[in-house]
């Protein structure tokens, strides 16, 4: 049974390890983090979305069983997603890799299984697999939370990674503002400069009709990307 849902961001930088001196300018975020996923049961379904040049490439799931690391990334730091995970690291989807790093900060017992979907869903198409993921979840024996690990618009500032579109500021404000308050109906009409677009729609399948409660921790846009961290209660 689905109980608990934590939404949180999958940047590299906010890994200590890999953001050097920029560490202390997220560590509020990276704390808001490690508070939203603490409210997890200890069994995870991670929902996540592929990126870069294999973002439209088939969902895949990453098991429990399950070790990455973040050597593509700048360190190798080595993660598990779950206590029992052994051998050697593979190349894991970041959204495994930050849901591994997250197990280690916030819940080192719990175990994470990580569904990662093609970025090339459309709205309808990833609101249906959301719902077929909550059937999933629900017909579990023990309680189990989502992680949703995404990223909203990455071009808020001069300096952010996707360019600079100041329009998208009124996109990202509208996405921090559903995920506040939990409005589960407007996930599904984000517009595709929404990096996590497809992550954010799963999760308003699972949400349906609304949730119980939404909290906000955090919400900002250091590096010119969206960053929002909460808790939904189901």
Known sequence: MLST????PSAPVLVPELAGAAAGE???L???MIAAVAALPPRWVVVGVRTGDVADVADVVVGPESVGTFA??????VVRLSPQATGPPAELPLCALI???MRDQAQPDARAEVRVYAANHDGEAALTLGRQLRNEIDRLAEPAGVMVV??????LTPAAPGG???NDVAVQRALDDALSCGDVAALPRLPRQVVGRVAFQVLAGLAEPVPRSAKELYRAAPYGVGYFAGVWQL
Do not use: K, M, Q, S
Request: charged share 15%; glycine share 14%; no cysteine.
């Open 150 to 155: 995404a990223d909203g618009a990455n071009t």
């Open 30 to 32: 990276r704390a808001a």
């Open 5 to 8: 849902i934590a939404i949180i």
């Open 99 to 101: 849901a591994g790093w």
């Open 164 to 166: 600079h579109h100041p």
């Open 26 to 28: 997220v560590a509020e």
């Open 72 to 77: 593509g990334f700048g360190a190798d730091l």
